[in-house]
């Protein structure tokens, strides 16, 4: 008798399973339903901690950065100056937020803008940089002006013993979505990777052609 009953309830677990693969279209909405809405809210509350996070991003993350740095570079001053600094061609090469300068760029002079490429993350973004102070063969300094930041780029070079000493000076606020970005952007490894590339680029500079000599014993009166 009990054999009988387990196989009795056997086989109506076996009908329900077959039954269940051949439910109608109205019968399985349901079901359906339930697993949508279940993704559905699952996306929704991503999306709401992810506006979350990122408001806390704007606000935390925002703010004035300022970095400076002093470093020696085993090079004559005004090479570094004539050759670097005040190319403005060259920026591209040691500067690493430079992606793109003018080809053909304006005399620098104070006042003077210039439409610069630079990069954030690998974007792309225009800038207008103004020259607001420029001292020929020793330094210049900018007005950065863009949609996520204003900053100021100080480059100057003094005279050393064995070479010249290279000023960097480097203060920008970010704003709009660029405070977002600030979080995960470290100025001083920009600044150190501005020195490191202009140690690179004046290894290859040619030596400085020798001091004249002073000359001639005087004649008599």
């Known amino acids: 008798m009990l054999d009988d009953n387990v196989s009795d309830q056997a086989e109506v677990t076996a009908n329900e399973k077959v039954k269940s693969l051949f439910k109608s279209k109205e019968e399985r909405q349901p ?40 470093v020696a570079i085993a090079a004559p001053k005004s090479q570094i100056f004539d050759l ?17 300068m003018p080809e053909n760029p304006a005399e620098i002079k104070e006042g003077q803008s210039y439409e610069v490429t630079t990069s954030l993350f690998g974007i792309p973004i225009t800038e207008t940089w103004t020259v607001d102070f420029f001292s020929p063969g020793n330094g210049m300094e900018f007005k950065i002006e863009s949609s996520i ?10 005279s050393d013993i064995g070479g010249g000493v290279l000023n960097l000076y480097y203060k ?44 001639g014993r005087r004649g008599g009166p």
Do not use: H
Not at 84 to 89: A, E, Q
């Open 172 to 215: 920008t606020t970010y704003r709009g979505l660029g405070r977002m970005a600030a979080t995960f952007i470290l100025e001083d490894a920009m600044l150190n990777k501005m020195t490191a590339n202009i140690r690179r680029l004046t290894d290859d500079f040619p030596p400085p052609p020798p001091r004249q000599g002073g000359g």
């Open 31 to 70: 079901i359906e339903s339930n697993e949508k809405n279940v993704w559905l809210n699952r996306i929704l509350v991503t999306l709401v901690w992810g506006s979350i996070i990122s408001g806390c991003f704007y606000f935390v993350g925002g703010g004035e950065v300022e970095v400076s740095s002093v």
């Open 149 to 158: 930041r204003t900053a100021v780029l100080s480059v100057s070079v003094e």
């Open 84 to 100: 670097l600094i005040g190319d403005l061609t060259s920026w591209p090469e040691w500067n690493p937020t430079v992606s793109g």
